[in-house]
């Protein structure tokens, strides 16, 4: 599922997948390492969801022994958990369809 603020998509699996990997791990660079993602590629994300919402979704952590980090506020453990709740009932939903889509596939993962 994605949902769009003019051009930009505001909210994907992507930024929601980046959101849990710096909950997981307390830093953007840690988060995007973990998924495989450039940390360019992560700070452009934050910045595109964080500017779509009211409140944003990850904020700066102040450097103390270890130095800085990144923390995922309320609104983004919010947002995490409205959109798999979205997608576990449009899953759930959908059942049927999905299983007659992948039956179209060549090569379908057990």
Same mark, same amino acid.
């Given at each position: 599922?994605?949902?769009?603020?003019?051009?930009?998509?505001?909210?994907?699996?992507?930024?929601?997948?980046?959101?849990?990997? %710096? @909950?997981?791990?307390?830093?953007?660079? *840690?988060?995007? +390492?973990?998924?495989?993602? &450039?940390?360019?590629?992560?700070? %452009? @994300?934050?910045?595109?969801?964080?500017? *779509?919402?009211? +409140?944003?979704?990850?904020? &700066?952590?102040?450097?103390?022994?270890?130095?800085?980090?990144?923390?995922?506020?309320?609104v983004g453990r919010r947002l995490i958990a409205h959109y798999r709740n979205i997608e576990a009932t449009a899953t759930a939903a959908c059942?049927?369809?999905?299983?007659?889509?992948?039956?179209?596939?060549?090569?379908?993962?057990?």
């Open positions: 599922m994605r949902i769009t603020a003019g051009d930009t998509i505001a909210i994907g699996p992507g930024k929601i997948r980046l959101l849990e990997a %710096i @909950l997981e791990t307390g830093s953007l660079t *840690a988060g995007a +390492k973990s998924i495989d993602m &450039s940390y360019r590629r992560a700070w %452009i @994300l934050i910045n595109e969801l964080n500017g *779509a919402l009211k +409140k944003p979704a990850v904020e &700066s952590a102040k450097g103390g022994e270890h130095g800085g980090g990144s923390v995922v506020t309320d059942k049927a369809e999905i299983r007659s889509m992948t039956s179209l596939l060549a090569v379908v993962d057990a």
